[in-house]
């Protein structure tokens, strides 16, 4: 074995197991003994490229990815009861419709949210409600129809005072709605004084002109057209009582912390439906009123904390004497039932 002199260093390769030693340029190997070849000088000039541009390239990568990731988040955030916005996904409480007027208050921020109450142990007790006759039964089932079919949207409303009594029994009715998980998530404000009354109708009118100039657009002024509404609301005026109906899109406990209120929209949406009934019930007429973004300005009017938001307005009273609708027709029971 031959001795390696001192210098530049040597490379080792497995040549039946034995060093070659690299002492000098002249005497090296042959090329094609090596096991390291030397790159070829065309790739000289892309190598030098590479290796300036690479951190360029890093720093775009990690732009790209970065921005990819924030989408991503921005995507699967949601609005939570509160109006904060908070990863994950409640159906029962974000699916439902939100005002993108309503400012997030510092209110809406805080606090902690409960999961359960003291009602787990919730007793239960026998039911028996009246059974009655078939016969019976089809007689309720037509005469309640023939009363509801008569209930139509009322414009034109008498300035005739209602009980007072009469309306307190028509919400409380209204109240016996199903919702979820027993949270009862509506208020229902209802406004005699006169002054409020004009109040809202200044809001309202303001915020239809532009609803009906500019919001809906021509298809939904034209569908309307045919009931000749527009964003004049005298009828606020008039009616001698405004029932404001709220969501509570989360509970408030006398602690202070949060109580989902699961499916809260529906739930209000189905005492609305009770309400209506109750009034056509006791000879009352009304129009269903949606104001689109009237609801933070109202809220605001009436004091209500920042989990109402408001879902319907109803004037309710007797009809006026030249009271007028539009002649519709209803649809026909085969037209919006299917036997199975």
């Not at 080792?12 to 070829?40: G, I, M």
């Not at 490229?49 to 921005?67: I, K, R």
């Not at 309720?140 to 007072?164: G, H, K, W």
């Not at 208020?187 to 532009?210: A, N, P, S, W, Y």
Request: proline residues 9%.
């Amino acid at each position: 074995m031959r001795r390696c002199h001192p210098g530049p260093p040597f490379l080792v390769t497995s040549h039946r197991n034995r060093r070659t030693c690299l002492e000098n340029p002249r005497s090296a190997p042959p090329p094609s003994s090596l096991s390291v070849k030397q790159p070829s000088p065309l790739l000289c000039p892309v190598m030098a490229v590479l290796s300036v541009l690479t951190p360029f390239l890093a720093l775009v990568l990690c732009m790209v990815t970065g921005y990819l990731l924030l989408r991503s988040r921005r995507q699967h955030k949601v609005v939570d009861p509160g109006g904060a916005t908070k990863a994950g996904f409640k159906p029962w409480v974000d699916q439902d419709l939100q005002d993108d007027s309503e400012v997030p208050t510092h209110e809406d921020e805080e606090g902690e949210w409960v999961d359960s109450t003291d009602d787990d142990d919730l007793q239960h007790v026998p039911y028996s409600p009246e059974r009655h006759p078939e016969e019976r039964m089809l007689q309720r089932s037509q005469d309640f129809y023939a009363l509801m079919n008569q209930r139509r949207s009322v414009r034109f409303i008498s300035p005739e005072p209602v009980p007072q009594e009469v309306i307190d029994n028509v919400v409380r009715t209204a109240g016996t709605a199903p919702s979820g998980a027993h949270t009862e998530p509506w208020t229902f404000v209802v406004v005699f004084d006169v002054d409020t009354k004009h109040r809202i109708r200044l809001i309202v009118e303001e915020e239809e002109e532009v609803n009906y100039r500019q919001r809906m657009g021509d298809k939904w002024v034209n569908d309307l057209a045919k009931l000749r509404t527009n964003w004049i609301k005298e009828y606020l005026d008039v009616a001698p009582c405004l029932i404001l109906i709220f969501k509570q899109t989360y509970g408030v406990l006398p602690n202070k912390k949060k109580k989902t209120h699961y499916y809260n929209e529906i739930s209000v949406s189905i005492a609305c439906g009770i309400l209506l009934a109750a009034l056509q019930n006791v000879g009352l007429v009304t129009v269903t009123s949606t104001p689109l973004n009237c609801g933070p300005k109202l809220r605001l009017l009436l004091k209500r904390p920042a989990n109402e938001k408001l879902l319907m307005l109803l004037p309710v009273g007797y009809p006026a004497k030249d009271a007028t609708v539009p002649d519709l027709k209803r649809k026909p029971l085969e037209n919006i039932m299917v036997h199975i």
